[in-house]
T-cell receptor
């Protein structure tokens, strides 16, 4: 079974530029998550999708971050404009998402490492 | 609100010795608890989880964890450490009162196993 796919793996941009990350979840997984992991910290949830609807985006900095999952499969996370403090690893995860997740296991992709100069 | 703490930034252990990585949590309802491992330049790999039932949970690669409700802890253990177990370990919690499946992660503990 293929895991969660993410691209690109690495990205270097200048501050105030824009950047986009792509994620393809495990086949059949209805729930998709984007996390931000700053160096030396644990991952922090940015946004959670159930199919193509947003379940939780309370920690997403909406003035510069946006995410979509238009067809309920793959997803794109965008930052515009980027700031120095956005340097981090952006992790995508997915879970089955069937009928009220009671401690569902989330499976993570390899992440995209972003460096903002 | 849900939170989790990993009090040790690093744990050092000799190969063949038992290891313990500590985790404590705080929730309003019932806790769903997880352990993940992260190797350099890799994503997080699921090790094990506690949802309900037996307090001792067995997971991948010989790891196990013990849920202790009175101490609000979920420590990760392994009877005999391997050098290849050296990695970054994250504990995570989800409160049953949360409608979504949002996980809150601890800051991570680096495990160093020396030959």
């Amino acid at each position: 079974e293929a895991g969660v796919a993410q691209s690109p793996r690495y990205k270097i941009i200048e501050k105030r530029q824009s950047v986009a990350f792509w994620c393809n979840p495990i086949s059949g997984h209805a729930t998709l998550y984007w996390y931000q992991q700053i160096l030396g910290q644990g991952p922090k949830l940015l946004i959670q999708f159930q199919n193509n609807g947003v379940v939780d985006d309370s920690q997403l900095p909406k003035d510069r971050f946006s995410a979509e999952r238009l067809k309920g499969v793959d997803s794109t996370l965008k930052i515009q404009p980027a700031k120095l403090e956005d340097s981090a690893v952006y992790l995508c995860a997915s879970s089955l998402g069937r009928g009220g997740p009671r401690g569902e296991t989330q499976y993570f992709g390899p992440g995209t490492r972003l460096l903002v100069l | 609100a849900q939170s989790v703490a990993q009090p040790e930034d690093q744990v050092n252990v000799a190969e063949g010795n038992p290891l313990t990585v500590k985790c404590t949590y705080s929730v309003s309802g019932n806790p769903y608890l997880f352990w993940y491992v992260q190797y350099p330049n890799r994503g997080l790999q699921f090790l094990l989880k506690y949802i309900t039932g037996d307090n001792l949970v067995k997971g991948s690669y010989g790891f196990e964890a013990e849920f202790n409700k009175s101490q609000t802890s979920f420590h990760l253990k392994k009877p005999s450490a391997l050098v290849s177990d050296s990695a970054l370990y994250f504990c995570a919690v989800r409160d049953s009162y949360n409608a979504g499946n949002m996980l809150t992660f601890g800051g991570g503990t680096r495990l160093m196993v020396k030959p």
